[in-house]
């Protein structure tokens, strides 16, 4: 086990208007780069106290001790470093994966920044994690990431436990005003100033060993994210939003699944909304089977059977392994092995769909009820993009068009419509939601 633990002393000289008045000496092995950004983080602290009254001293001596970044490689250091952790009131995640080929992502390392400590978990060589899972599922913590929808089920599968309590920090973010979709380097940047490094973006995670500059990025990932995550709670408290934030990441903490049901899995075909719905019902079918073959077999949809050529075999009575090698997106390469199977599959589906087994069309709505739902959608739309405004917040981040569609189907005309729409949307919206003219009248 590697332990990397960093001291920094440093001197401000006043008076300090940037990182430029400091010195410092490092004991570690740390980039210019981080050490220019640790530096930045002491200088506004100096800032600080020259605001406060003791600009008249000569200098400020700051002993700076940040968080030891270990590597954890062997299973017996992965259960002392869980020991350790266990009374910690909550834990900065993130993790770093592979997903080209597969249709799961392949974990190469965990980061955990706890209890003082950022520990990079090498999941290539400890291939239980399970240990982990009393940590990641226990309710005495809070479990901290930025933007985690797929962390999630990647840390689902290697742990064997769902995580929570969660605090999204790039929900918080948000709803602290920040701008939806943050990213984590935006973040830090925003909050404290600090740039941080992104050689690494794009690397093999899963070979060993990882540089010293794979380390360095990966432990950037959680060093800050402890203290962005206390900034942004204060922020929330402030704004009277905490709570916002903690419903939906307990919302997304809930939908760790890999992908859609098979049944849904159609609407993610690019281009199959455009088609005449017979072609629709086949097309359904088949997108159903390739999710099941893709978790069955392991592999990336495209892989097995990307989106043109499902739609091109949906359009086609009758289909030979001839033709198939003209289709649009195959690739010998790819799907040569799995062309057999497609053709198999194509005449189950058109055999359920000719038979009834499947639907062709869902029921069409009349003129009416059309009328009525249009007229309930643009009444809310205009509620949340005023109500919005006033908060200063994106109108999707209020209420997105995902979320309005699941709680006017799941209201269908009868009682509150903010009653369906629940949590704290529903509160906010509430009564004044309920008066709108379109939705007096029902669905």
Not at 125 to 142: F, K, N, V, Y
Not at 373 to 385: F, H, S
């Amino acid at each position: 086990m590697e332990d990397l633990a960093r001291t920094i002393d440093v001197v401000v000289k006043r008076p300090v208007r940037d990182e430029t008045g400091l010195n410092g000496n490092f004991d570690c092995d740390l980039s210019p780069h981080t050490q220019r950004a640790y530096l930045e983080i002491v200088a506004r602290f100096a800032r600080h106290f020259g605001r406060h009254g003791v600009r008249g001293e000569p200098a400020l001596a700051v002993h700076c001790r940040v968080a030891r970044t270990i590597s954890i490689d062997e299973p017996d250091q992965l259960a002392a470093a869980v020991a350790r952790w266990q009374a910690a009131p909550s834990v900065a995640l993130d993790t770093e994966f592979v997903r080209e080929r597969t249709f799961r992502a392949r974990l190469g390392l965990v980061q955990v920044a706890v209890a003082g400590e950022v520990a990079l978990v090498d999941a290539v060589r400890i291939t239980d994690l399970s240990p982990l899972g009393t940590i990641l599922g226990g309710a005495g913590s809070r479990k901290i990431l930025h933007s985690c929808s797929e962390d999630l089920p990647v840390l689902r599968r290697a742990t064997g436990v769902s995580l929570g309590p969660l605090f999204d920090t790039q929900i918080a973010a948000a709803f602290a005003g920040l701008g939806p979709s943050l990213s984590y380097a935006a973040l830090i940047l925003a909050l404290f100033g600090v740039e941080l490094e992104k050689e690494e973006t794009r690397t093999d995670w899963l070979r060993r060993p990882l540089s010293p500059e794979q380390l360095r990025y990966a432990a950037g990932d959680v060093e800050h994210l402890q203290e962005a995550a206390a900034e942004l709670e204060r922020r929330l408290v402030a704004l009277d939003r905490l709570n916002w934030a903690l419903e939906d990441s307990a919302t997304l903490a809930a939908s760790d699944a890999d992908g859609p049901a098979p049944a849904d899995a159609w609407r993610r075909v690019k281009g199959l909304d455009r088609c005449p719905p017979l072609v629709q019902a086949v097309a359904r079918g088949l997108a159903a089977w390739r999710e099941r073959e893709a978790a069955r077999l392991d592999v990336a949809r495209p892989f097995l059977l990307r989106d043109e050529t499902l739609l091109a075999l949906a359009r086609r009575d009758s289909v030979s392994l001839q033709d198939i090698v003209r289709l649009p997106g195959y690739d010998p390469r790819r799907h040569a092995s799995h062309a057999p199977r497609w053709l198999e599959v194509l005449a189950e589906v058109r055999r359920e769909v000719e038979t009834g087994a499947a639907s062709v069309e869902p029921p069409v709505p009349s003129a009416a009820d059309l009328g009525r739902r249009r007229a309930i959608e643009d009444a809310l739309g205009a509620l949340v993009a005023r109500r919005a405004g006033e908060l200063s917040l994106a109108p999707e981040l209020l209420l997105s068009r995902r979320q309005r569609d699941r709680a006017l189907d799941a209201w269908g005309g009868r009682g509150s419509l903010a009653a369906a729409i629940g949590g704290f949307r529903g509160a906010l919206l509430g009564a004044e939601l309920d008066a709108l003219a379109p939705v007096r009248a029902g669905g």
